[in-house]
């Protein structure tokens, strides 16, 4: 592969996963049981070959910059690393004012590592991708940048990132934030080519274009919204169709998968869509697998088999150190070291780690942040309007309990 140059970009706060983001960055939030969301790129990402990647921080970055340290050791004697860069100043006193100055204050990186080609990913998303072959397309076809994108449909183009191709169906002719008269594709007028968030830049045009917006004082500093309207206007931009990126061990009813999980609603969507008997996305795909840091912690535990409590857990995805003691699980994620007591019922939920709900307890289309304990007889999601009192409701009525609280 060509000498590429990774920058994952996690200095997002995440305000609309909030009270999930309240004291971590959203980047690293969990997920899946077992991962936080910036694994998903990163595994793209080694998975494809890189070998050297920095992840931009800034937002209370202290466990993502945890994560990622202890995570993603990859071997130093080979020149490898995977490493957060916080907001250093280095060009000021003030922080990253936007994805473009967050690279702009960090042209250091660049210029020690000398790239040929430069990967800028986003840090939280769920998917899976070969980056390898969105590169391949952008050394042939000479771009500056190369932006990735998926189809969707064209009565949703204003929830997107719109790109408008040219007549060759690859040279972007438009980029535009949000348009409430896009036009379908050449080869799909019901579709239109939403950005993903995922670019690959010759290193050289990155500079250039960066360097020139920096020194612009109306621009929002922004990657999508102003370095690649720039690239576009100079007709150097191509976009790269994610339906035809082919990821090893992917199956039809997964391929293609990728999910913005910013807000509450998607992100327990994004769960649902783990747990049924042929996922949507699949977790279980060992060709091209998610990585993390698995903890030492025992196998996951049933206990008791009478009529009257019995410890199952039934369309769920379990983790290692839970036990569920005469309790019931159902279309449920019970992240490491979760416990449900005798007669404890969870329903439609996730739950994150450490999680204690206890004799009795029923909870339904719940979110349980870290260290959460449910006490005895107490009841989530079950009474909408006692829910609000208490705590955050999302828009289909998803309870999301704050880390460490106790529910009464």
């Known amino acids: 592969m060509a000498d590429v140059f990774g920058i994952v970009l996690a200095g997002g706060e995440g305000k609309r996963l909030a009270p999930l983001t309240a004291d971590r960055a959203k980047p690293a939030v969990p997920f899946g049981g077992n991962y936080r969301l910036i694994d998903f790129a990163l595994s793209n990402l080694v998975n494809a070959g890189m070998r050297k990647i920095v992840v931009l921080t800034q937002y209370k970055s202290h466990s993502l910059d945890r994560h990622v340290s202890t995570t993603w050791n990859l071997s130093p004697l080979l020149g490898n690393y995977v490493t957060p860069v916080p907001a250093q100043m280095r060009r000021g006193p ?16 660049l210029y020690d590592e000398r790239p040929d080609y ?13 980056p390898r072959q969105m590169i391949e397309q952008h050394v042939e076809g000479g771009a500056a940048v190369t932006v990735a994108a998926l189809r969707a449909p064209l009565d949703q183009a204003d929830q997107f990132g719109v790109v408008e191709t040219a007549a060759d169906g690859m040279t972007i002719a438009a980029f535009r934030e949000k348009p409430t008269d896009a036009v379908g594709l050449p080869d799909a007028p019901d579709q239109v080519f939403a950005s993903m968030g995922n670019y690959v830049f010759t290193t050289s045009a990155l500079i250039e274009a960066v360097t020139r917006d920096a020194e612009d004082p109306s621009s929002k500093h ?6 690649v309207p720039m690239i576009v206007g100079r007709g150097q931009a191509q976009v790269y169709d994610f339906s035809k990126n082919v990821v090893p ?3 039809e ?8 999980v910013g807000t509450i609603d998607a992100f327990y969507d994004a769960h649902m869509d783990l747990i049924s008997v042929s996922p949507i996305f699949n977790l279980y795909n060992f060709d091209w697998p998610i990585l993390t840091r698995p903890e030492p912690l025992p196998p996951a535990k049933f206990v008791f088999d009478d009529d009257e409590r019995r410890g199952q857990a039934l369309d769920s995805m379990v983790c290692a150190g839970v036990v569920i003691s005469g309790a019931t699980a159902r279309r449920s994620v019970l992240s490491p070291g979760v416990h449900l007591h005798t007669h404890a019922r969870v329903e439609d939920s996730v739950l994150f780690q450490g999680v204690d709900v206890e004799r009795g307890a029923v909870v339904r289309r719940a979110i349980l942040d870290k260290n959460v304990r449910v006490a005895p007889g107490a009841r989530i999601g079950v009474d909408p309007e006692a829910d609000r009192k208490r705590f955050h409701v999302s828009e289909s009525g998803i309870v999301v309990i704050p880390k460490g609280a106790t529910v009464e």
């Open 249 to 251: 061990g992917e199956t």
């Open 94 to 109: 003030h922080w990253f004012a936007g994805s473009a100055d967050a690279i702009y204050q960090n042209f250091n990186l």
């Open 253 to 260: 009813r997964d391929k293609g998968y990728w999910r913005d």
């Open 118 to 130: 430069v990967c800028v990913f986003g840090a939280d998303h769920i998917y899976r991708m070969d």
């Open 222 to 227: 922004d990657m999508g919204g102003n370095i």
